[in-house]
Antibody
Framework: EVQLGESGGGLVKPGGSLGLSCAAS????????MTWVRQAPGKGLEWVGL??????????DYAAPVKGRFTISRDDSKDTLFLQMNSLKTEDTAVYYC?????????WGQGTEVTVSS | SYDLAQPLSVSVALGQTARITCGGN??????VHWYQQKPGQAPVLVIY???NRPSGIPERFSGSNSGNTATLTISRAQAGDEADYYC?????????FGGGTKLTVL
């Protein structure tokens, strides 16, 4: 069974930084494209970005609102996905989910909550 | 950017059929995926690539995609189907979600 577990959420001031992790198990992580999705309180789902598997180039794509501020990376030796968030804004407040998939998102973690507030 | 339009809410009587639409320009040329999200929980994939059900999803859930509209159909609606539903496609190397539809089972 594929399982994902996010960690690292918390309260941060505007302009600050925070790093999230997503530990994966039950899959061939190194062959898997991974995606971050967020959901602001009371709002819908919003794509944050993705990282391709290294066999597919290992490159990243980002949604416009986070491009230049957020960085997605992976450590295939530890089956772990990362999201480094810099220059955080109040509108980045959300639950952040990691997920598995390159088209449909077949498995999701439980999410980790990020609050950006002074 | 590519936009997906969903109704804010849909209501269905217990045991009847609910249809949730997802509108987009020539959406039939794209693979459409559907997620169910219950309060306080992570989303769950219920239909992928227009009409395919992941393992564990009841046959009551089905999908179609034609022209400018994709549709998620839930037959014999149950109280446990009450949730938010989101459609999703890929467009120009970005992942796009619809705004979500709240399904109420009466």
């Amino acid at each position: 069974e594929v399982q994902l577990g996010e960690s690292g959420g918390g309260l941060v001031k505007p302009g600050g930084s925070l790093g999230l992790s997503c530990a994966a198990s039950g899959l061939s992580f190194s062959d898997t494209w991974m995606t971050w999705v967020r959901q602001a309180p009371g709002k819908g789902l919003e794509w944050v970005g993705l990282i391709k598997s290294k066999p597919d180039g290992g490159t990243t794509d980002y949604a416009a609102p986070v491009k230049g501020r957020f960085t997605i990376s992976r450590d295939d030796s530890k089956d772990t996905l990362f999201l480094q968030m810099n220059s955080l804004k109040t509108e980045d407040t959300a639950v952040y989910y990691c997920s598995v998939g390159r088209d449909a998102l077949h498995v999701w973690g439980q999410g980790t909550e990020v609050t950006v507030s002074s | 950017s590519y936009d997906l339009a969903q109704p804010l809410s849909v209501s269905v009587a217990l045991g009847q059929t609910a249809r949730i639409t997802c509108g987009g320009n020539n959406i039939e040329s794209k693979n459409v995926h559907w997620y169910q999200q219950k309060p306080g929980q992570a989303p769950v994939l219920v239909i992928y690539s227009d009409r395919n059900r992941p393992s564990g999803i009841p046959e009551r859930f089905s999908g179609s995609n034609s022209g400018n509209t994709a549709t998620l159909t839930i037959s014999r609606a149950q109280a446990g189907d009450e949730a938010d539903y989101y459609c999703q496609v890929w467009d120009s190397s970005t992942l796009v979600f619809g705004g979500g539809t709240k399904l109420t089972v009466l």
